[in-house]
């Protein structure tokens, strides 16, 4: 098992749109063992590349608590490309290079992705409002050096908990009245209440 280095905001490899993936052979399959085992480390159920520091086009998921009732079960997405979306859903999410910094984001309720598996074999996928669905948009965003900042529901939300957590500069009790203001709500947030957490 290899933990990878995670890369936190602003590291500049979050924000550069990551290369397709051409050969497939053994150094692919050790990254993508190598992302499962840091994102299971870290408790998170998504993880792309460019958040391990390697700007290449995989990511991989796994939406299951892997206990016996429900066991892991990991998806390897190489190259995926996101070929229907329709609907909408909004949702709390978090993000293992944003850590602490939790809001509602905005996204597609029904996805199709195709992709390539591990043997370079072309995938379909098909999901709608559901974990899944919202953890592939959420990471297919990594791939494309776009973040779920820029997706926020609420922008007072975003900045709120973006200067919480000492990720960008504010004040933070005028943010918290302009968040209530807007009909927000300030509560404790439970480690088992989050939604999202890649």
């Given at each position: ?65 892997g206990t016996d009732e429900d066991p ?28 602490g910094v939790f809001f509602e984001v ?93």
């Open positions: 098992m290899a933990k990878l280095k995670l890369r936190f905001f602003p590291d500049p490899v979050l924000k550069k749109k990551a290369k397709k993936i051409t050969t497939f052979d053994r150094s692919v399959r050790k990254l993508a063992q190598d992302m499962l085992d840091t994102m299971y480390v870290e408790d998170g159920v998504g993880l792309a590349a460019p958040q391990v520091g390697v700007s290449k086009r995989m990511m991989v998921i796994d939406v299951h608590a892991a079960r990991p998806i390897v997405f190489i190259n995926p490309e996101i070929v229907e979306a329709e609907g909408e859903m909004v949702g709390q999410e978090g993000c293992l290079s944003f850590p905005k996204r597609a309720s029904k996805i199709v992705v195709k992709f390539q598996n591990l043997e370079g074999k072309e995938m379909r996928l098909e999901c709608e409002d559901n974990l899944l669905c919202r953890a592939i948009q959420h990471e297919m965003d990594h791939l494309n050096g776009d973040l779920f900042v820029d997706k926020a529901a609420s922008a007072i939300q975003r900045d709120l908990e973006m200067t919480k957590n000492g990720l960008m500069q504010g004040d933070l009790e005028e943010l918290e009245q302009k968040y209530l203001a807007e009909g927000g709500t300030l509560k404790v947030r439970s480690r088992s209440s989050v939604e999202v957490s890649n």
